[in-house]
Nanobody
Framework: QVQLEESGGRLVETGGSLRLSCTASGRTDSNYPMGWFRETPGKEREFVAA????????YHSDSVKGRFTISRDHGRNTVYLQMNNLKPEDTAVYYC?????????????????WGQGTQVTVSS
């Protein structure tokens, strides 16, 4: 079992940057690939980015490619989402997730553990 806690969300202007953090506790010795998702009212939870256990492999959705970067620091048990050139359509609650199976996951059904989310609001 692993517990996840996101932080770093806040109000930011269009074109600004934020770095979200997701800190894991509990069974952090397990090899968990991680992902970031986001959700807005009335819409399905959307895949944003994923990273392998080693950190050598990652994938970003087309909507954020070139603007967002996922990374991880094993020493701190933390996964990051660096978000640059933010747009109003990036406004959402951002969730981090861990999956107990190997390999990157691109769908929310592939993840087993979730954080509570952190709100990101981009003003126009």
């Amino acid at each position: 079992q692993v517990q996840l806690e996101e932080s770093g969300g806040r109000l930011v202007e269009t074109g600004g940057s934020l770095r979200l953090s997701c800190t894991a506790s509990g069974r952090t010795d397990s090899n968990y690939p991680m992902g970031w998702f986001r959700e807005t009212p009335g819409k399905e939870r959307e895949f944003v980015a994923a990273i392998s256990w080693s950190g050598y492999s990652s994938y970003h959705s087309d909507s954020v490619k070139g603007r967002f970067t996922i990374s991880r620091d094993h020493g701190r048990n933390t996964v990051y989402l660096q978000m640059n050139n933010l747009k109003p359509e990036d406004t959402a609650v951002y969730y981090c997730a861990a999956r107990s199976s190997s390999g990157l996951g691109y769908r929310k059904e592939e993840y087993d553990y979730w954080g509570q989310g952190t709100q990101v609001t981009v003003s126009s």
